[in-house]
T-cell receptor
Framework: SAVISQKPSRDICQRGTSLTIQCQVD?????MFWYRQQPGQSLTLIAT?????????ESGFVIDKFPISRPNLTFSTLTVSNMSPEDSSIYLC????????????FGEGSRLTVL | GENVEQHPSTLSVQEGDSAVIKCTYS??????FPWYKQELGKGPQLIID?????GEKKDQRIAVTLNKTAKHFSLHITETQPEDSAVYFC?????????????FGQGTILTVHP
């Protein structure tokens, strides 16, 4: 599996602020995705991070709230903008390896608490 | 869109017993079905997956079965150990360029008592 590093691993944020989460992978990957896991819940896909172009968002998620960048094959960022307590979640970076068969691997997640 | 239902939500077994978790899906176009194990404070770990061209896959104590006609798939863990205690998620996707666009079940909290 790919080694996926996320920063920060956890943070406590104030309402109305924004936070950027970084995801770094140790090898080239074809696809990168961002998922959200609300407290005690399952995982929901936020968007596909496309290299060099705008991310593709799933229903219910918009670029103004969750801007995403992917400047190269091994790095992506997710920003959670103008946060409210409802944004308190685990945000997970996930990747498909270029050499794999399509399996999706997850990072350890970034645990955000918004006060 | 796809909808994945997972049962049971909690499962408690004695060490050495077997555990079975079941999932159903709604989209007949789905053809890739992974299972993830999530331990407390960690990200989901892929433990086994199955594609629609096979009915069963086994890896040591873990097996997954798929019934495409009935649109359900199951995870079987034999000879459970306390280290198997975790939250297990099933998922489905239509594969191809959408392998990574997974729809997850609600999760099963598995507790294995020594």
């Amino acid at each position: 599996s790919a080694v996926i590093s996320q920063k920060p691993s956890r943070d406590i944020c104030q309402r109305g602020t924004s936070l950027t989460i970084q995801c770094q992978v140790d090898s080239q990957v074809t696809m990168m995705f961002w998922y959200r896991q609300q407290p005690g819940q399952s995982l929901t896909l936020i968007a596909t991070a496309n290299q060099g172009s705008e991310a593709t968002y799933e229903s219910g998620f918009v670029i103004d709230k969750f801007p995403i960048s992917r400047p190269n094959l091994t790095f992506s960022t997710l920003t959670v903008s103008n946060m409210s307590p409802e944004d308190s979640s685990i945000y997970l970076c996930s990747v498909q390896r270029a050499s794999g068969a399509g399996e999706l691997f997850f990072g350890e997640g970034s645990r955000l608490t918004v006060l | 869109g796809e909808n994945v239902e997972q049962h049971p939500s909690t499962l408690s077994v004695q060490e050495g017993d077997s555990a079975v978790i079941k999932c159903t899906y709604s989209d007949s176009a789905s053809n890739y079905f992974p299972w993830y194990k999530q331990e407390l404070g960690k990200g989901p770990q892929l433990i086994i997956d199955i594609r629609s061209n096979v009915g069963e896959k086994k890896d040591q104590r873990i097996a997954v079965t798929l019934n495409k006609t009935a649109k359900h798939f199951s995870l079987h863990i034999t000879e459970t150990q306390p280290e198997d205690s975790a939250v297990y998620f099933c998922a489905a996707s239509t594969g191809g360029t959408s392998y990574g666009k997974l729809t997850f079940g609600q999760g099963t909290i598995l507790t294995v008592h020594p």
